[in-house]
């Protein structure tokens, strides 16, 4: 038997091929970032939203979460979990609460400042959010709904930390805190 | 020197306090809560959200961090923190998250279906919690909002754990998850 | 087709099942419980633990991730899970975090004090979590030490705030800080 | 009036003079990485760790939390803090998990694999951590142990997943995972 080695840059690619195939692409993502903190950055990208974006889907803990959830959502809509698991992932139950834990971790990287991002994202269920948690389609979303929009509010966190240190490295003064980056 | 020991009627007694000194009445929060769930649960009371918001404060995890947060805002108010840390509480700087750290150390006791809530809290600001964030009078709260989010949360989850109780307890079927507690 | 509605007795039920069926008898959670608070409150008997672990396992929260994690055991035992996922899985990868994360979510029920008991629980593995923890065997239990962990460090916070509670009632004063519960 | 503006090279020298005037000097913290770590990887050395730590400190969450954190021993220790919290803090009350907040933001940061070492050595207490939460001394600790641990703990990780990509990158394959990292 072939001794066990993680193989990281795999782990990478696959976390990119499952959110394809699950409807996601980096694009849908990036234009939530950029809804969230274009009033703060005016002068933001989409191209900048997507470079956050696929900076945040690197770091490996992103990719678990991500593995894992979309393997659950799957698992699901072909009836292939047990007892009353399947019916709580199948039909997104409401008191079930490990997709928002998965998501959590995403959010936890980039620090507690993505969790009010993350949260109305979640709430108001903009672009690729909404078209995810949609039912009666064939496919189920549990979990990638919540972790799409984790990936989202991490990409923001990230915008507003960089934009700061740019600004301190030009020596110009930081807009206030009551016009802050909203993260 | 008297040996110390835990005073729990103390603290919980504080926590109430200190709310009320800094402009909190339970009723505004219950008022929250009613807003948030009133579309899922058409019978709910503002007598039954005051009830699970008295719950919540009463939870030890929660009175810490109430009584952490608003001294936080109380000595920065009055100039007592040291060096960056004055100015960022102050301020409520963006780039500060250790409110959102105590505010989700709220919500985790009721379960992380209540994160969607808070968030949403936090972003959109309704009510008592944009009150609190009015810049530019004597007060600091850069805390106590995002706490004010986390009990109204931390409530509202709380409603949706009794509710579907009581509808299993009556054999009658709880409305779907599209139909949901919004949790 | 029959309207989908939470049957919450059959995720209680379906959780003491699993445990069950993957060899963690609630006794031995209570053996792990007595271990690390007897030193705290030595009149604490195995009796008092089996009822705070079964306390704990009453709660949703701690239903759901344990329902998910052995879920993932098992279909890593299976060779069900696609990709990288089935491997780092089986493998108990140490950079793949997931399974520290749903624990972490059982432990947060019970208050941040449950931190240092899980952390150390998972690092000494002791009694249960030993034995499941052992390669070799036909079943992988990646999540399942882990949650196991989590439980019992949950049910020592909970017999501290208990204890608590008990020893202000009788007016007596409690032990100090450095003969603390060790929570 | 000055218009507030955020100073993050500020804030990073504070957060490096308070850890040292607090007694915490950055080589106590990695010999504290290079004890857990260096069964896994025997070449480790104490250069190495101490980067780690350094690159630890530098992330803005982590300062966050740690001028927060010796903030509140240092109010405490000064008799400032207000009712119960006061009394709390000073005696390092074993009901008070604000502190053990604050340690899992900084672990967060580095994903939830820091969980394990960060609850050993919170439970443990080695080296300088063992120092900081000896009683009886005129300073206060209480959040420091655990910001110690958890910088630790955080570096411990950050080695970890270094490691695995210097070892991919050489194409040469990693230790299994019954020998795996601790983390």
Not at 5 to 31: H, Q, Y
Not at 119 to 135: F, M, Q, R, S, T
């Amino acid at each position: 038997m072939k001794k066990y080695s993680l193989d990281s840059a795999k782990v990478a690619t696959s976390t990119r091929d499952w959110l394809k195939k699950r409807g996601v692409e980096n694009e849908a993502i990036a234009a939530l970032v950029l809804d969230m903190q274009t009033s703060y950055y005016p002068g933001l990208t989409i191209e900048e939203c997507l470079e956050n974006v696929d900076r945040v889907l690197s770091k490996r803990e992103v990719q678990n979460a991500i593995l894992t959830g979309i393997q659950l959502d799957m698992l699901a809509e072909q009836g292939k979990l047990e007892g009353p698991l399947q019916e709580m992932i199948l039909n997104d139950e409401g008191l079930y609460g490990c997709d928002e834990i998965l998501a959590l971790s995403i959010v936890n990287v980039y620090g507690s400042i993505g969790l009010t991002n993350f949260g109305y994202l979640d709430k108001v269920k903009p672009g690729i959010i909404g078209k995810l948690n949609e039912k009666g389609g064939p496919m189920i979303h549990t979990f990638l709904d919540d972790i799409v929009g984790a990936i989202a509010a991490s990409a923001a966190s990230r915008i507003a930390h960089r934009k700061q240190e740019k600004a301190e490295a030009l020596g110009a003064p930081q807009a206030g805190p009551e016009d802050g980056p909203g993260v």
